[in-house]
């Protein structure tokens, strides 16, 4: 670092002190905190995507999202070159940046990382960083710390691509360092011509909607993904999509709206009601990157039947399965390619969609919560599919599966062209571009689960009936510091503090089919309570009883 690049990260970051007395994590999922503690956080943040950008000589994204989060709060995130989530190797550096007590201290630690990680400042490509928010009222000022952040890094390029999902900027990041297009238009673009030749691909003549599937009912949490959602819908040809809570009419965002409150909830979102009774209805989250489905369970109350992200897991995994299973059958394909199909879940997966996927054959890897780690185990199959059961998941496809792909279409087209096992390709190629392989996306999965349903010719009640979820409560506990609570073997077992754990196993072995685990929460300031068991009275009461231990041990 030169001298000139020292005294322009001194002079800038003057004007961004941080709060004084807040300690700030990278988290589950970036910094999240009230939006007015986070200018410093952002600005910091920017530096820090443009040192990325610089050390991969790539483009790198930087989305200002607190998704689920209430109104009031806000958050960022960064997006690798590779259109996931930062490599974990950076977070430490992250939250030392974030919590640098003054300039000089964050202008010596970043020296520091930068001789240490050898990050190019001169005779090397220029730092370019691509900038997206949610519709957060915070967003506009927080968008000017990250540009300040970014061009503090000499040379650097921010480049905002305005309001988005945030599904939307880890694609365009993906696409661009892949060499590619990659603006709205042609994400839209993409997803609704790969939706189309799922379509075109429906045997027999299911592929026009109508009928059993005609309308879908879209809650869009008062965020971005509605008014999204909106512009796609024009492109699809035939999918009836009616979104309701798009933000445009005055509602709050989250607020008793979307995929968050819809499954921890399970009622009814603001909007919904007796008049939906027997229509298929989905819900996204603030920022796009979750979707479950639900159906109103009768006139009389505001109960839901959920569709959560396991029972999406498990729709997709039957069709991908379904198309992997024709293509073997080929007695010419055989042992031609053996592509490995892998599921991955976290902890708070229902305990009968687990069972179920084993059912089914299925190789099935837990990870602790967060996308992050999901998405890593699901990078080392040929077809990973990963879902959490909050609804946020996608299908990963190995470069060398989609290859094979490929060189296979190629060859049939010439040969048997028509012949199933050339249509379970395409539809195996058309997937791997109408889903997200750079992070899980609300807009490209509701289209999947559509396509799917249509294909199959399934409702949602038929769908829903897979698998009988076991009853489920999820509770949240304030208590002092919910940092105190570690945890070990995929988030499953309380190693701190001691005692915690044997406490709750005493409460579980009361329940028939009990389960429960408890986590501090990487995106609220809260530690997480999950109980399953036969009964939903028996999920209710466990737990409660281990969120008062959670109160017990820790204050
Ligand atoms: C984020 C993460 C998810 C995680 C969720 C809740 O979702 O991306 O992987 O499940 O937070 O995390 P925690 O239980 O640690 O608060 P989102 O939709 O808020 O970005």
């Known amino acids: 670092m030169n001298e000139e690049q020292h005294s322009l990260l001194l002079s800038s970051s003057s004007h961004y002190l941080p709060p004084q007395g807040v300690k700030l994590s990278y988290g589950t999922a970036g910094f999240r905190a009230d939006a007015s503690l986070l200018h410093s956080t952002v600005y910091r943040v920017g530096i820090l ?7 991969t000589q790539s483009m790198i994204g930087m989305m200002t999202t607190a998704s689920h989060n209430k109104i009031s709060d806000n958050g960022v995130k960064i997006a690798d070159p590779s259109g996931g989530m930062l490599s974990q190797q950076w977070e430490p550096f992250a939250d030392a940046l974030a919590n640098a007590p003054s300039p000089q201290d ?23 960083v691509l900038l997206g928010r949610d519709t957060r009222p915070s967003g506009d000022a927080l968008l000017k710390a990250a540009k300040d952040g ?69 809650d869009g949490a008062n965020g971005v993904g509605g008014v999204k959602l909106k512009v796609l819908e024009k492109l699809l040809n035939g999918l009836i999509i009616e979104v309701r809570n798009s933000g445009e009419d005055g509602g709050i965002l989250n607020e008793g709206v979307g995929a968050d409150y819809v499954q921890k909830e399970k009622v009814v979102p603001h909007g919904f009601g007796s008049k939906d009774v027997g229509t298929r209805c989905a819900s996204l989250d603030g920022d796009a990157d979750r979707l479950v489905y639900f159906c109103v369970s009768s006139e009389s109350s505001s109960k839901i039947d959920l ?43 229902n305990g009968a969609s687990t069972n179920y996927l084993r059912q089914l054959g299925l190789e099935v890897n837990l990870t602790p919560t967060g996308v992050k780690y999901l998405h890593e185990k699901a990078a080392e199959f040929d077809i990973g599919i990963y879902f959490e059961a909050n609804g946020h998941g996608t299908i990963l496809f190995s470069e060398s599966f989609i290859g094979w792909l490929e060189a296979t279409t190629d060859k049939l087209s010439s040969g048997s ?41 399934w409702t949602l009640d038929r769908w829903n009936e897979l698998y009988q979820d076991l009853p489920s409560r999820q509770l949240k506990v304030k208590v002092a510091d919910r940092t105190a609570v570690v945890t070990a073997n995929a988030e499953t077992v309380v190693v701190s503090p001691p005692g915690l754990q044997e406490a709750i196993n005493a409460e579980i072995a009361k329940y028939l089919q009990g389960r429960s685990f408890v986590r501090p929460s990487g995106t609220e300031d809260v530690v997480r309570v999950y109980a399953e068991a036969s009964t939903q009275e ?17 204050g």
């Open 417 to 457: 062209k028509g012949s199933e096992v050339e249509k379970a390709a395409l539809r195996l190629l058309a997937v791997s571009k109408l889903i997200n392989q750079a992070v899980g996306d609300a807009l490209s999965g509701l289209l999947l689960v559509e396509v799917i349903l249509q294909h199959m010719g």
């Open 538 to 554: 028996g999920a209710d009461s466990l737990a409660y009883s281990v969120s008062k231990l959670v109160e017990r041990f820790l």
């Open 150 to 218: 970014v061009t503090s890094v000499i040379a650097a390029v921010a480049i905002d691509m305005g309001i988005l999902t945030t599904p939307q900027l880890h694609w365009m990041v993906r696409a661009r360092n892949k060499g590619m297009k990659a603006s709205e238009h042609d994400y839209f673009g993409q997803l609704s011509s790969s939706f189309r030749c799922l379509m075109d691909l429906i045997p027999g003549d299911k592929s026009t909607f109508g009928g059993i599937n005609d309308k879908l009912v879209v």
């Open 106 to 128: 964050l202008v010596q630690l970043i020296n520091e990382f930068v001789k240490k990680e050898n990050i190019p400042f001169s005779g090397a490509r220029p730092a370019e």
């Open 49 to 55: 995507a443009a040192l990325r950008s610089l050390k």
């Open 307 to 349: 569709v959560d992200g396991d029972k999406i897991l498990s729709l997709f995994a039957l069709f991908i399965r379904e198309q992997l299973r024709i293509l073997n059958e080929q007695e010419d394909m055989k042992n031609s390619y053996q592509a490995r199909l892998g599921v991955v879940q976290t902890a708070y997966a």
